[in-house]
T-cell receptor
Framework: GQSLEQPSEVTAVEGAIVQINCTYQ??????LSWYQQHDGGAPTFLSY????GLEETGRFSSFLSRSDSYGYLLLQELQMKDSASYFC???????????FGSGTRLLVRP | DTGVSQNPRHKITKRGQNVTFRCDPI?????LYWYRQTLGQGPEFLTY????????KSRLLSDRFSAERPKGSFSTLEIQRTEQGDSAMYLC???????????????FGPGTRLTVL
């Protein structure tokens, strides 16, 4: 079966750093993606890891360890606009369809 | 091109009625995906197209659901004999991906919110 585990909620202060973890169990693995979704909005792409290591894109970084079936999203210099839901998603085969976790709701407080 | 568009944005229907949704992907994208999302959950894969060919359909998808992508451009998702459990946000996403391509970003449309009374 398929399962992706991530915390349901995280709260942090503006300007701080937060890490959202994701562990997965899937039949195959091509890559791990992260998407952001504001209430009422569409998911938007943040980052992608196919190989082990850290990918950095501005204030956001994503890490992958394939041997541990684990990844995380790191958000630095948090801003109020970062309050949203964050989803990890696995591509498990060549269809590149996304298998999503249930999401982590991030609340950034002043 | 302003991105992926979906119509209608909202649909309210009575149980047992048929509904059809439309998705217009980004024009040069060869892959088109349909997902369904309920409150508090992540999107759930329904089906996908590469160009005009429907290559995979989720085992969770009943035969009341059908999708098409004529000419490899826009796509439609039809639900026949709707049930209250079909109430959800239906999301369409598109991407341009070839074999060995590491560019995996999927671009999502705003979704169609379906309410079945």
């Amino acid at each position: 079966g398929q399962s992706l585990e991530q915390p349901s909620e995280v709260t942090a202060v503006e300007g701080a750093i937060v890490q959202i973890n994701c562990t997965y169990q899937t039949s195959g693995f091509y890559g791990l993606s992260w998407y952001q979704q504001h209430d009422g909005g569409a998911p938007t792409f943040l980052s992608y890891n196919a190989l082990d290591g850290l990918e950095e894109t501005g204030r956001f970084s994503s890490f992958l360890s394939r041997s541990d079936s684990y990844g995380y999203l790191l958000l630095q210099e948090l801003q109020m606009k970062d309050s949203a839901s964050y989803f990890c998603a696995v591509e498990e085969d060549s269809s590149y369809k996304l298998i999503f976790g249930s999401g982590t709701r991030l609340l950034v407080r002043p | 091109d302003t991105g992926v568009s979906q119509n209608p944005r909202h649909k309210i229907t009575k149980r047992g009625q048929n509904v059809t949704f439309r998705c217009d992907p980004i024009s040069e994208h060869n892959r088109l995906y349909w997902y369904r999302q309920t409150l508090g959950q992540g999107p759930e894969f329904l089906t996908y197209f590469q160009n005009e060919a429907q290559l995979e359909k989720s085992r969770l998808l009943s035969d009341r659901f059908s999708a098409e992508r004529p000419k490899g451009s826009f796509s439609t998702l039809e639900i026949q004999r709707t049930e209250q459990g079909d109430s959800a946000m239906y999301l369409c996403a598109s991407s341009f991906r070839t074999s060995g391509d590491a560019n995996n970003e999927q671009f999502f449309g705003p979704g169609t919110r379906l309410t079945v009374l």
